[in-house]
Structure formats: C-alpha cells, structure tokens
C-alpha cells in the first residue's frame, strides 16, 4: 500500500473562518486518501517514510473555479474597456487562435505548469469553442497534475465571424469531444454555454438535456454586468431574472458553477441556494472591468455556496493567493460600499474560500478531512522575518503570493511539483 | 564628459493620461542629465558607445512617495484590523525594534535592495523615531541607489511606552540627526511629525519653525479614517478641519506631502491646491485597513498634485507595479461607489502618477524631459506573447509586474542595478 507522511506545520480551513493549526504534525495518505492530521505519528505508520519538512507550511493547496484558458496570453490587456467591448476587441479575437493546435499545445502546456508551480490543483476551466484544443487543454493539465472539469465553450451566437458555431456544429462538436475525452483519468468534461447571450434557446435546450442525460456539470456566466444583465432581459422576456434563463433548460443545480453573481439580489441568491448552485466570486476581474462588487458576505449568510475563481483574462492574475487577497480587499471596497453595514472576509475566510469552498465542488470535506485526495502544498518562509503563530504566516504567504515560497505540491495524492530552495 | 545612450522602445509618460512611444529610440543622458529621446542619434554623439536593448521597453523607473521603512518585515501581517488597533498591535511594536541598529542595517539592507530590484529609485519615506537607524537607512538607501528623502519620525505622544520620545528628546534628535545625515549625497531629510495626534502642540511649533528656518521638506498623514478624524478634531477644536493642523504650524505648504486624503472634501482639496500640497495616494493600504476609497479623479480635476505611495505596511507590496494597478482598481471601486459618475484611472494615467507624478516632487519635469537626471528601466517582455504596441506592453506590465522582467534601472544618472536574463 502507497503511503504518504507530510511533517510540518499543518494548517487547514475545515470551518469557513476558523484555521486548524498543527505545530510538527503528521499529514498522512494511504493510496492517495487522506487518513488524518496527527499530533504522533499512529504506530501503524512506524517504519513508513516520512518527509519532514521542519517548520514548513504544510497547507492545502488551491482551487481555481473559474478561468479562461484561452485568455491566458492576453492577461493584463484591455483594461481600461467594459465587459462587452472588451470581448469583442481582446478576448474573442484571442480565443480565436485555438483553431491552431499547435498553437493551443504551446499555450496550454505553459498554463497547466503555472497553474502547479502556483499550486493550483483544481480547477474549472472555460477552453474555446474548439473541440480539438480543448481535448490538447485536458492532456496538457492530465500530464502536469492539474485535476478538474474542462469545458468546450458552446456559443452559437453574438460572437465574431471567427469565433463562432451553428447551432448543429455546436451539438456534433460537444457530442464527439465527450466521446474523445472519457479516458482523462484526473480531467474531466463540464458542460459550458458561454452566458445566455451566446446561446441559442435550441443550443440551449440541447446542453440541458445532456446535463441531464449523461449527469454532466455545468458553468457559466451570470449577473456580471448591468448591461449583460438588461441584454439578457431582452432575449428572454418570459424571463423574470437571468438565472432563470439557466433553469428554463435544466441548467440549473447543484452541479451548476455561475461565475461572478455580482448582481443577484436576494431573490436571485434565494434560487441558487435552494438549487444548491455554487457562485464563483471573482473579484479582480469584476473589479478591472467595472462590474461591480459582488455581495459575498450576504451569499455566506445566507447559505450560498461560494467558491473564487481568477477569471483571467478579466483577473490579471493566475494565482490563488493573489485572488483570495483580492476577495479580501473587495469584501472591504464592498462594506465601504454598503455604508461600513457589512462585514469584510477575513483571512480565515478568504482562505477558506480559495481552498476547501472550491474543493467541495468536487465532493471533498472542507480541510485535511480523513477521505479527501492528497491536495497540498509546502510552503517554506524560511527567508522572511520570524512571525510567532502559523495563522499570521498563512496571513503573509496570501498577501504576499510567495510563489517561489512553494517547494512542493501534491495533487489528487500524487506529487507534481517539487523544487529546490532557489 | 560622461555619456549614456540607451537604445530600445521608448516609453515616457510627458502629460496625464498620454503616453510618449518612440520604437527604436535613443535615450540620451549627459552627465546623468537627460538631453533627449532622438529617432536617429544626434551627429554629436556619433561614436559614443550605444547599450542596445533591441525591443525592450525603456521606461520612467518609479517614485514610491509614501512608505515605513521599519515596517517593511510586517509587510502582509494584521490586515484583519482597522488602522488604529493595527497601529498599536503591529505597527509600534515592530517600529520599537529599531532601536537596534543591527537590526535596522539588516532590515535597511534588504529593503533598498528591494526597492531597486522592483525599479523605484525615488522615495519619500518615514523612518522611525530612531536617530541612529534613521542614518543607517539612508546609507543603505544611498548605497542602494536609491534617491529621495527619509524622515526621522517625529511622536512624543499617543504612541506605546517602547516606542514615543519627549518632546526635548524630539527636538534634540531631530536636530542632531539634520547634523549628521548633511554628507548625504542622493538622500536627503524631510521633516516628519507621524500625524497630529502623535505630536504635541509645542512639537508640531518646533518642527513648522525648523522647516521655515532650513527650506525642509514635510510629509505627514491626513484624513485616512473617520476615526482618525475625529480623534484629530478633539485633540484641535479650534481647527475647523484636519488640515488646518498642519497649517497652523507652518507644515503647510508646496513642499509639504500628505499621506491619504481619503476623506479630503472640496474644502480640505481646495488647501491643498491653494498650497501646492501634494497628496500620496496609496489605494491598497486603504482598502485592507478600510480606511475608504480616495477621491482621485475629483483631485486630479481640480488640480490638486497627487502622486502614489506604497505604503508598506498598510500596503501590502513594495512593487510599484503593484501600487499603479491598486490605484486603477481603486478608482474603478471609487466610480462603483459614485454610481459610475466618476471616470476611473486609465492604464496611461496610473502609469503618469507612478513615474512623472512623483519625480515632480523633485523638481523634474514629466516624462523624459531634456534636464531632467537620468532615471530610467529597461524592461525585458520576450518571454511573454507578441503584443502589437508598446502601451499594451506597458500595460501588461504594470498588472503582471513582471519584476523578473527588469534588465536595468539608473538612478541619478547612474546605473544602480542590472541584471541578466534568467
């Protein structure tokens, strides 16, 4: 039996707002499986190999529920255009080049390995329309250790002469990428209408029955913008809000991402709790182009799931550490907003948020709980001035995105990345 | 005579919101002074040696006018608490350590190596208390290359027992400390009462005397936080506003910088205009103690000077880059804030108060002005996709604060830091 012993300074989000910290602990897997976090090491590991990583960090690693692939060569552009402009001058012209394959390896072999140096082991990622590109996307993150659900975009209208399908394209394409991508083992497909104006109610129609057909998950946009949100209103009139636009077709359930959410009101929130739908907060992005701040702490208390996500290319950044200090920091632009009412995220939560909120996605227990997958990091402050408690060192390696703080990152109980001290 | 000439993409930023490109440009320098950016070198220059950079960027190098040296190793700590506990939980107690002058030489040490590995080679910074470290960080700094000015910080109240003088031990050290820190050649003093509820009347006199007396420079805070705020109108009723604190000693005038200013009204800019004072705005530090949103663009229309600080540690990162992005964002949260009423910062803009904004301060003229001392930084993008104009570049690099990106940075007319690719 495979057995995997981490020592270190454990320190897990196993409550939204508490960390569980413990001081030369023992993280151990069997087979890849979390079997717990131990004080002494159980007597029935005796004999096995331990890594012993001194005072290190010894924390979970990453989860990134939203992000364009596609977009990763144009991160930091256009910034200074709106959500609507914007696509239509920088993203879909860029996305457009993943008709080349080649192109599309280069690109995403790149990405797959920055994700893992970032430690980024799951993810929900958008790829292009392209059923081919999509299928190197899912190879390339299989091959650097990056787990998740991948989705071919399906968008048969209001795109751009180059990037754009019919709506029988559209089926015949999505329909022959899930018979070519059953043999990822650690990568798996998601269904991904590009928001309600990018599909027909035909195309539509035809994802919500796969959903259902084949018990496929979903993502997609929702409520980013006022101005996609009036759009929305005139495409489906029988529509009171967007989300309903998603439920119309059956997409709409607990295996339903929707990015962003910047907009829904109460009512809004109210059908994605009862849907038990999760909300990707993505804040810098909603931030760059002019969103608007999303209502995150009210999702919390109201009891909707919320993961974060980096959205590059509308987020500047890939890594998770930049983007749970962005939701920190938005949480506060959002209690400025709301006249100091609401309260900020905290860095428990923040962190809470990056991890173990996106990890339940995939049906994991929040923290290092016994039966999860292997999903850590090590992270080593060696080098920065002494801080007395492991929660204000998790505090500076968020605010700080010590990238090359990570020596070494385990995803789904494998090790796939480890690097020297540089 | 001495003689630079630096060849590559040459980027300035001459006037708010536009930005100067010459592709294949000749950036000249005469005994460290600017004479020009030339298409074709000048005949008198035939023969001089050309440092070729090819396609690199050639850009203004950055000016962080607001930051706290000795907070520098809590750099990403205590961010879950509003400014005035932070103060006495973090921010005191690490200034405290100062008194040690082997801990600020090793302090000192990283930081202006820091600094000038993230291309800011001019700074308007506060020191602590501490006389003798007060001296080691402006060694440091000069031996860095780094240019500006440091102030011996001024309390001799509402500090903690470990960290707060007299105000005899104020004065005297502060004079003493003007003695010895005169053989200084690129970094010079600046008065530097903490803010008002840190110094006494009969301090606040003292320093407002010395500054008219020297032809000294002042930086001080202003109008961060409500609390703040109304802490500084119990301490002076008879001034009507925050700013009228500083002016009824004489720390009031167009070489004065104040920290902040986000809640500076129409009144309180239009002192500042009046004066010449020149607002640092420092948009991260107030978003994670939340503190506000600064009104930006209503101080720039009016004509108010504001330039940008880090503000390590409020804010979170030294990098320039960093604080230029944090800036756009901010001013995206502040137009949400004001009902889209209020145009954010530009790419072009946020670059402008990064560079020629701050070197105002020193007397330069914006952009690579002919008479103007060489600062400058060669940016090296190859790694990166292909973007058809250098603003995309620059605008990629200011929200991927390509750090690793920088090839060389000069400082005063001289090269201060170059590095190989890696």
Known sequence: MSIT?????VVSAPTLGELEVMESGYLVAEEGRIAGVFPVLPEQYAGAPVEDFGNALILQSLADLHLHAPQYPMLGSG??????????TYTFPTEAR??????AREVYRRLARELMENGTTRVCMFSSLHREATLILMEELERAGVTGYVGKVNMDRNGIPELQETT???RQETLLWLEQCQDFRHVKPILTPRFTPSCSDGLMEFLGKLAADRGLPIQSH???????IDWVRSLHPDCGQYWETYRKYGLWNERTLMAHCVWSDSRERAAMRTAGVTAVHCADSNQNLCSGVAPVREMLNEGVKVALGSDIAGGDHLSMFDVAAASIRASKARRILDGWETDFLTVAEGWYLATSAGAAFFGEKPGFAPGNMLHAMVLDDRDLPHLPTAKERLERCLYRRQRDAIRAVWSEGRLAFSCKKK
């Open 5 to 9: 012993i981490l020592k270190g300074t």
């Open 79 to 88: 910034m200074d255009l709106p959500l609507l402009e914007w696509l239509n």
């Open 98 to 103: 993943f008709a080349d394959p080649d192109y």
């Open 168 to 170: 029988e394209e559209s």
């Open 222 to 228: 929702l409520s980013e913008n006022t101005g996609e």
